[in-house]
């Protein structure tokens, strides 16, 4: 399982569903299968002056995935600046331009590509699964499928369904929100340094509710 957290991410950030316990979603999604190893994908994020305690979060969301039996954790770079960038309906007397923070995540895509590739030529899977909707990957997915000989899944996190993914993977579906509520983690984990708790605000208020399909 190969899983590209940004993407992940955006498709469930105004849910309650943030607390994901990724082994569980991916034997929901691919049952049946002996699931030798999940690949996560991210990059380290810098706070914002609106959001102090975002890195925060992601740090104690890394550290409960870390708790997870044969995942690993593979980084990218997170870029943060200040732009100026052309209004589009810019007024006819005054200022053209806007100065605007611009975040940049670097490297998950291709982490996520060059792995898929090597552990295809490695034969170290039958079959992967990718859990993206990033166009960005169509060439190294179909090259797997095709070259390789090797079955990619695509499953999609986001809403909007994706043509490009559809045409180059074995197969291809879309994430139910029911997936994602049912795979949360527990409130409370533990590592080697002690307690891990959800951050607050990824609260799940449904979790004892049943679950929607």
Same mark, same amino acid.
């Given at each position: %399982?190969?899983?590209?957290? #940004?993407? $992940?991410y955006y498709?469930i950030?105004?849910t309650?569903?943030?607390?994901?316990?990724?082994?569980r979603l991916s034997?929901?999604? @691919?049952?049946? /299968? !002996? &699931?030798?190893?999940?690949?996560? #994908?991210?990059a380290?994020?810098?706070?914002?002056p609106?959001?102090p305690?975002?890195?925060?979060?992601?740090?104690?969301?890394?550290?409960a995935?870390?708790?997870?039996?044969?995942?690993?954790?593979?980084?990218?770079?997170f870029?943060?600046?200040?732009?100026? %960038?052309?209004?589009?309906?810019?007024?006819?007397?005054?200022?053209?331009?806007? &100065? @605007?923070?611009?975040? !940049?995540?670097?490297?998950?895509?291709?982490?996520?590509?060059?792995?898929?590739l090597?552990d295809g030529?490695r034969? =170290?899977?039958?079959e992967?699964?990718?859990?993206?909707?990033?166009?960005? &990957?169509?060439?190294?997915?179909?090259? +797997?499928?095709?070259?390789?000989?090797? *079955?990619?899944? $695509?499953?999609?996190?986001?809403v909007?369904?994706?043509?490009? %993914?559809?045409?180059?993977? +074995?197969?291809?579906?879309?994430i139910?929100?029911?997936? #994602? !509520?049912?795979?949360?983690?527990?409130? /409370?984990?533990?590592?080697?340094?002690? =307690?891990i708790?959800? *951050? *607050?605000?990824? !609260?799940?208020?449904?979790?004892?509710? *049943?679950?929607? +399909?």
């Amino acid at each position: %399982m190969y899983v590209d957290g #940004f993407n $992940v991410y955006y498709g469930i950030r105004g849910t309650p569903f943030r607390w994901l316990d990724l082994g569980r979603l991916s034997r929901l999604l @691919v049952p049946n /299968v !002996e &699931l030798v190893r999940i690949r996560y #994908f991210t990059a380290r994020i810098t706070n914002r002056p609106n959001d102090p305690g975002q890195a925060q979060r992601q740090d104690t969301y890394l550290r409960a995935l870390r708790t997870l039996p044969n995942l690993t954790i593979h980084e990218g770079r997170f870029l943060a600046s200040e732009v100026r %960038m052309a209004l589009v309906d810019a007024p006819a007397h005054g200022a053209k331009t806007v &100065l @605007v923070h611009k975040t !940049e995540e670097k490297g998950s895509d291709v982490n996520l590509a060059t792995f898929l590739l090597v552990d295809g030529f490695r034969r =170290e899977y039958d079959e992967a699964a990718v859990i993206s909707n990033d166009t960005d &990957l169509r060439e190294p997915i179909a090259f +797997t499928c095709k070259d390789l000989g090797l *079955p990619v899944t $695509v499953l999609n996190p986001r809403v909007r369904y994706s043509v490009t %993914m559809a045409q180059c993977a +074995t197969s291809y579906r879309k994430i139910s929100l029911a997936s #994602f !509520e049912a795979a949360q983690l527990p409130l /409370v984990l533990y590592d080697a340094t002690g =307690e891990i708790r959800r *951050p *607050p605000g990824w !609260e799940n208020p449904s979790a004892n509710a *049943p679950i929607r +399909t």
